[in-house]
């Protein structure tokens, strides 16, 4: 699966997608991967600038299943939105590094760089994580508040990756025609146990399995 980027200028953030800039992205319909029925509606959008990626989700729900108020927590056990690139595209075979970043309803992130040998993976925290190598990011609930554990019509959320923060992989800060390995994902727990959705389903309920990413290319 394959997904051209389109380039922008930077925008601030505003957590709803409605800068001007993100009208250049179509929606990308994400994949309900469960056996069960499932009726929530998830999208995202991703474009790009001299400066870093952008990524943009918008999903229906009914309840913000979120507890953590404090950054760098393992807020994947909760509602979130996930991303996973992969500037470097290793050769099958070796020891995989790849970047991932996650967001919650509640504005609270991660940030991992995860190395990966044969699906046994651990997440490392960012170094000097400050400056121009912060993530900028925003969020916004539709039809309540953000509250953990507050009813609404569903969620948005928008994040900026910089290249900076990138520094030391492989293609880290792109060109035209450069092509990464990536992947975004949503899990939601209003039923107890978790329901995920994938842009690129190949990957299955694995959201680490990284020979199965999708392909961002860069216009």
């Given at each position: 699966?394959k997904l051209?980027?389109?380039k922008?200028?930077?925008?601030?953030?505003?957590?709803d997608?409605s800068?001007?800039?993100?009208?250049?992205?179509?929606?990308?319909?994400?994949?309900?991967?469960?056996?069960?029925?499932?009726?929530?509606?998830?999208?995202?959008k991703?474009?790009y600038?001299?400066?870093?990626?952008?990524?943009?989700?918008?999903?229906?729900d009914?309840?913000?299943?979120?507890?953590?108020?404090?950054?760098?927590?393992?807020?994947?056990?909760?509602d979130?939105?996930?991303?996973?690139?992969?500037?470097?595209y290793?050769?099958?075979?070796?020891?995989?590094?790849?970047?991932?970043?996650?967001?919650?309803?509640?504005?609270?992130?991660?940030?991992?760089?995860?190395?990966?040998?044969?699906?046994?993976?651990?997440?490392?925290?960012?170094?000097?994580?400050?400056?121009?190598?912060?993530?900028r990011h925003?969020?916004?609930?539709?039809?309540?508040?953000?509250?953990?554990?507050?009813?609404?019509t569903?969620?948005?959320?928008?994040?900026?990756?910089?290249?900076?923060?990138?520094?030391?992989?492989?293609?880290?800060?792109?060109?035209?025609?450069t092509?990464?390995?990536?992947n975004?994902?949503?899990?939601d727990?209003d039923?107890?146990a978790?329901?995920?959705?994938?842009?690129?389903?190949?990957?299955?309920?694995?959201?680490?399995?990284?020979?199965?990413?999708?392909?961002l290319?860069?216009?």
């Amino acid at each position: 699966m394959k997904l051209i980027v389109k380039k922008c200028k930077d925008f601030e953030l505003t957590g709803d997608g409605s800068s001007p800039e993100w009208q250049q992205a179509e929606w990308q319909k994400m994949t309900y991967l469960g056996a069960e029925e499932q009726s929530y509606s998830t999208r995202c959008k991703t474009v790009y600038s001299d400066t870093g990626i952008y990524f943009l989700v918008d999903c229906e729900d009914q309840v913000i299943s979120c507890s953590f108020t404090e950054d760098m927590q393992p807020i994947f056990t909760e509602d979130v939105f996930e991303v996973f690139l992969d500037p470097a595209y290793a050769e099958s075979g070796q020891q995989r590094v790849y970047f991932e970043y996650e967001l919650s309803p509640l504005d609270k992130e991660l940030v991992l760089l995860v190395p990966n040998d044969e699906e046994v993976f651990h997440g490392w925290l960012p170094w000097h994580y400050e400056g121009d190598r912060r993530i900028r990011h925003a969020t916004n609930i539709k039809g309540g508040e953000k509250l953990p554990m507050a009813s609404c019509t569903g969620w948005q959320a928008e994040c900026f990756i910089p290249f900076a923060l990138l520094s030391g992989l492989a293609n880290g800060t792109p060109e035209s025609g450069t092509q990464w390995r990536g992947n975004i994902y949503r899990i939601d727990y209003d039923k107890g146990a978790s329901g995920h959705w994938a842009w690129n389903d190949a990957t299955g309920g694995n959201f680490h399995n990284y020979n199965k990413f999708g392909i961002l290319k860069f216009e």
